[in-house]
């Protein structure tokens, strides 16, 4: 359950351009010409996410630079609902890492991440870092998709609340070095059904 928290965080981290159907992804630095992670290609299936199925996700990226340490993570989740409004997701805790509507400490959660799970499979056959730094160079998963597992067993209520999952939502994810310089920043739409 850990290691699936660990793959989505990173899923959330690393993409960088548009799908297909439901999901949408859009830059939002206003000047991302300085930007240590550029994303050459990006692609999940299926579309749309399925609550307690497996995400398939494939990308070429390439970081640029080194970047200054500590990295934060800026997550925003909200449910759109009814007339495009949308509803903000709190910062759930679930006995791993929290999800929703979070800040991270990106190397001190993926540090605590592999320590207690090691590195995802895909991540190491992908020659994908599982801990800080990211080391500039190209990475890409286009011959072996990163594989991980939506498990709603943890959530809080279990069973009751996975069946509010379907729906639409919208996800802003922002980092920051430690100069509080923007590494990413992207602006995600998809679509959950059960």
Partial sequence: MANARFCFLMMLVIVGATGS???SLNNCLTDDSNS???IEEFSFSPDPIRA??????SFKAEVTRNVTLPLTLSVSVKKITFFGWEMPISCLATGGLPFG???YDVCSAMDHLESSYGCPSEF???GLPCRCPFTPGSYNTNTAPVRFYLNTEGLPYGRFISSFLAGKYRTV??????NNSDVMCIDMRYRMVN
């Fill in 173 to 178: 994810i922002r980092v920051v070095d430690g």
């Fill in 101 to 103: 509507s979070c800040t």
């Fill in 52 to 57: 307690d199925d497996y995400v398939y996700m």
């Fill in 21 to 23: 159907k439901g999901f």
């Fill in 36 to 38: 240590p992670l550029r």
């Fill in 124 to 126: 190491t056959a992908a």
